[in-house]
T-cell receptor, first 113, second 113 residues
Framework: GQQVMQIPQYQHVQEGEDFTTYCNSS?????IQWYKQRPGGHPVFLIQ?????EVKKQKRLTFQFGEAKKNSSLHITATQTTDVGTYFC?????????????FGKGTRLHILP | DAGVIQSPRHEVTEMGQEVTLRCKPI?????LFWYRQTMMRGLELLIY????????DSGMPEDRFSAKMPNASFSTLKIQPSEPRDSAVYFC???????????FGEGSRLTVL
């Protein structure tokens, strides 16, 4: 079936280092969303990318959507302890009249002080 | 404005018992989603409703699971009979534009002994 693969599964970084998580789909996506889930919390929407090659920034976070709309990345510059959590991508695959969102399994980010 | 409200937050039950999880979406949102989250399988879409009508229930594991949305402000997910492998966090999410930005509730953590 349709899948969205996300790597790495876990990432430990020293505070201040950069962090990147990658998302890949075998089929073209309509759009891709990114969510953050703090430990013990619920997923919270960060951003949606729609256009081929799109790049969006939110402070230290940079989101990219691939030219072929099959991959995406989230890059965090100079991580802080508040960045701890699991980052999920969610790809929307065209299916009949409705786009069905499939979540990746997430990348768990742990910050070492 | 209140977010998505789920109840109960925690439920511990014995195998074979019936479990009912409840969700109140954000007022005005016309799409409602039930997700299940486990370490092994990540976030899985169980079913989603649009304007109170079930659109896709292909993610519902088996006949023991059922979901209803009798009106725009309430939905239930029922498991009968429950089994230990149903232990997970069940999230309800709503959206005002299909698979646009999803607003998640805080989740219902189910433990089946």
């Amino acid at each position: 079936g349709q899948q969205v693969m996300q790597i790495p599964q876990y990432q430990h970084v020293q505070e201040g280092e950069d962090f990147t998580t990658y998302c890949n789909s075998s089929t073209t996506l309509s759009n891709i969303q990114w969510y953050k889930q703090r430990p013990g919390g619920h997923p919270v929407f960060l951003i949606q990318l729609v256009k081929s090659g799109e790049v969006k920034k939110q402070k230290r976070l940079t989101f990219q959507f691939g030219e072929a709309k099959k991959n995406s990345s989230l890059h965090i510059t100079a991580t802080q302890t508040t960045d701890v959590g699991t980052y999920f991508c969610a790809g929307s695959h065209p299916m009949n009249r409705d786009d069905k969102i499939i979540f990746g399994k997430g990348t768990r980010l742990h910050i070492l002080p | 404005d209140a977010g998505v409200i789920q109840s109960p937050r925690h439920e511990v039950t014995e195998m074979g018992q019936e479990v009912t999880l409840r969700c109140k979406p954000i007022s005005g949102h016309n799409s409602l989603f039930w997700y299940r989250q486990t370490m092994m399988r990540g976030l899985e879409l169980l079913i989603y409703f649009n304007n109170n009508v079930p659109i896709d229930d292909s993610g519902m594991p088996e006949d023991r699971f059922s979901a209803k949305m009798p009106n725009a402000s309430f939905s239930t997910l029922k498991i009968q009979p429950s089994e230990p492998r149903d232990s997970a966090v069940y999230f309800c999410a709503s959206s005002d534009q299909g698979f646009g930005e999803l607003f998640f509730g805080e989740g219902s953590r189910l433990t089946v002994l």
